[in-house]
C-alpha cells in the first residue's frame, strides 16, 4: 500500500500496536495508545499499524511505521512512483473525500482550541476541482550535482524526479529541458520553479540564486532560449539581483473579463481553479458595493485586488514586495481601474500611518502568509470597518489572529474551507467578521 512494511525489530526498540484515529495538521496520522498521542506519517484513519517510537516531545511521541496491521477502507494505492521517498504530497495513501473531511476537521479544531471561538458557522469545504495536475507552478529544488526534484520527508536529501502527478501537464512535459537550462549554468541555482499560464503561454523557468549571477549565463540562456522556442522565458534572481530572457510574464485569469500579467516567479495561488473558486467566494461574502472604502494588506500583485475594486468604490492594497506593487499597478492600468492605491509597505507600518492619517474604512481584507498578521488588531480595530474578511493558508495562524479580533470587538459568524493542495495538509480557509 505504498508502504515499506515488515521491517524487523531491533531489541530494546519501544514498539506500539495503535489504531489511527485522525490526521493532523501536519504530514501524520494520530493514535492514542492508552492515552498517549503518537504521531505516525503515512498512515490514515482508521489504520491498525504497529510502529516504533523515534522521538518523544514533551506531550506527544513521534512513530514511524513498520506494518500496517489492517488497512483503513479510506486508504489507498498511491499513484505516485515517488510517494516512499518524496515529501511532498504526505497525504496521497488516503482517499481524497477522507482527506477533505480532515482538512475541514483541523481547521475547526484550530478555531476551536486555539482561538476558544464559538459560535461561528463552519459552511462544508470546497473541493479542489482537480485533484491531480493541479498546480501550474511547481518550485524544485536543486543540489550541488544540479539534480532536480524534491526533498525526501524530514531531510534535505534530494529524491530527483522527472515528472509530477501534481504538476500541470505543461510543466510535465519541460522538466526535461528545465533540467538542461540547469545544468548549463554556472549560477548556484537553489531552487527551480516552473510556471504555466492560464492561456496557452509557453512555460516560464525561474531559477532562485543562492549567490552572484555568472555573467557567462547571459549568453547561454540566450542560446537556450533560442533551441527552445516552446519555452517563454527564462528568470534567474537573487539577493538585490534579477536576470530575464524572452517573456518572463504570465496570464492569470480572475474572472472571465479580468486577468493578471506577472512576473512569474512572484507568488500567485499554484491552483488556477481552485483559486477562481476562492475569489468567487471572498467576493459573495463581502458584498463589495459602490459604497464601500476597502483595505486589502498583503495584497501581493493583485489576485482579489482588481476582483474587488470592480464593485468598490476605492481599495487601498498594501504589500511589502515592491515588484509585486509594480506588477500591481501596471495591471489595474491594463484593466482600465482607476480606483486602486497602491501602497509598498510593511501591513503592520501602513496600517499605522493610515490610522495616524484619520482613514476610515467600511471593510478590511487580510490574505497574510502563513505567520498571520499578529499585532494588527489595535490599529484595525480603529479603523472602523463594519467587516473584516480573512484569507488563510494556516489554520493555527488564523485562528490566534480571529481571537485577537474577537477581543477587539469583532465577531466570528462563519469560515468556509477551500482546498487548494489536494494530498497535502495545507488547506485555505475564508473567514467573516462583523462589528459587534
Known sequence: ???????????GEEM??????????????????????????RTAPGDEVKARIVARRANYAIGEIVSLVTPSPVRQEPPCPYF?????????????DAQLAAKQKN??????????????????????????????????????????????????DLIEVDSCLVADTQANLRLGQARNWLRSLKTPVEQLELVVGDQEDPVVFAGKAGGKFARDDDSTSSHFLKAHREIG????????WRRSWGQGKVLIRLAEDLALQI??????????????????ELLAWGGFHPGDRVLELYCGAGNFTLPIAKHAREIVAVESHPRSIQNGRTNSQLNRLSNIRWICSPADQAVRTLRGKGESFTKILLNPPRSGAKGLEDDLASLGAEKILYVSCEPPTLARDLAALDRKGYKLVRVRPV???PHTYHVEAVAEMVRR
Open 1 to 11: 500500500m505504498g508502504l515499506a512494511v515488515g521491517d524487523r525489530e531491533t531489541p
Open 16 to 41: 506500539i500496536q495503535a489504531k489511527v484515529e485522525a490526521l493532523a495538521y501536519g504530514p501524520y496520522g494520530v493514535a492514542r495508545p492508552q492515552g498517549h498521542v503518537v504521531l505516525i506519517p
Open 84 to 96: 516512499d521517498g518524496c515529501g511532498g504530497c504526505p497525504w496521497q495513501a488516503v482517499q481524497y
Open 107 to 156: 481547521v475547526e479544531d484550530a478555531l476551536r482550541r486555539i482561538g476558544k471561538l464559538s459560535g461561528f458557522e463552519l459552511f462544508p469545504i470546497l473541493p479542489s476541482p482537480s485533484a491531480y495536475h493541479y498546480r501550474r507552478r511547481v518550485r524544485l529544488h536543486a543540489d550541488g550535482q544540479k539534480r532536480l526534484g524534491y526533498y525526501r520527508a524530514f531531510s534535505h
Open 233 to 240: 522565458g527564462l528568470i534567474l534572481f537573487g539577493r538585490g
Open 263 to 280: 512576473d512569474a516567479e512572484l507568488f500567485s495561488q499554484v491552483n488556477s481553479e481552485g483559486n477562481l473558486q476562492l475569489a468567487r
Open 419 to 421: 482546498d487548494l493542495f
